[in-house]
């Protein structure tokens, strides 16, 4: 009763500190229409952030419900303050079917890149063809276009892998490439068959020469990531031709640790055949053990001494 006394009327700092105090009491039936009220109609835009979060802290489908009524807000900063809370509804598909309109609906880009992001992190099943949707979104800065990458990276599959392939390529923008690139690589990564890791790497060899000394940077770091061994003469020939000192020195960091990697997976690799190699002489030798028991108990006069 304090608290919700003191987020009514107190200075605005100690109204924060109610909010956060409320969210650890979300079992009250008071708390939660207070925290809705506070998101929807406040005048400090802060505090009606503090209030979504709190929500979304609480958990219940109660809370759940506010948060999404408070995606209907004027207020962009408490618009995203929801978004990013409704996140935290693991495989809640109200949460995500809303998360998923305010993507194609909202009508900042702010709100939507976030609401990319929340639907990831909900792991709903839509969420990997919402991505794949939200790729197609012209925005400020890529900022949905690259929150739909770092979603589909984070959803580890790999059959995404050609629709982030074009994002990669000369011709489009920095703050779209750059972030391309990384998704790429960490989908890459994800393949099974060695073959198709590497063909993933040769499609960025090219790029080790892009004018762009970030560029050139960021497919180092991405060949790193995918760490097929292929890709270590690539990166030895930009460490012997880059006209930069400090990016032939990252190329050289990055063929070494491909290189360190391969050969501890060999090595982990020729470790684990010697142990099943092993597993099969003693199981061989366990055979063989029983089977000269059997003859000993058939043979006469076996295993007694002599007279």
Known sequence: GELLYELEHADFMTRVRAVEA???????????PALREVLVSDAFWGLRREAALALGAIGTPEARDALIGG????????RLACAEALGRFHRDATAAAA??????????????AQAVTSLVA???????????EALKQESDRSSVRNAAMAGLADLKDPAVL?????????????DQRHPAIKAYA?????????SDRRRAAEFLHPFLDDWYLRTREAVMDALVTIGDPASVTALRRAESTDPLAAVRARAQRAADRIQADAAARTAKTGTAAEVEDLKRRITTLEADLR???KGMATTPGAGQGDN
């Open 186 to 194: 960490e989908l890459a990564r994800e393949l099974t068959k060695d």
């Open 71 to 78: 995606l209907g807000v004027s207020e962009a900063r408490a």
């Open 22 to 32: 409320l969210a650890k009491k979300g079992s009250d039936a008071r708390v939660v």
């Open 162 to 174: 050609d629709r982030i392939r074009p994002y990669c390529t000369p011709g489009n923008r920095r």
């Open 291 to 293: 089977e000269a028991r």
């Open 122 to 132: 909900t792991r709903d099943d839509r969420a990997v063809k919402v991505c794949v």
């Open 99 to 112: 998360l998923a309109q305010t993507i194609d609906g909202d009508r900042a880009y702010g709100v939507r």
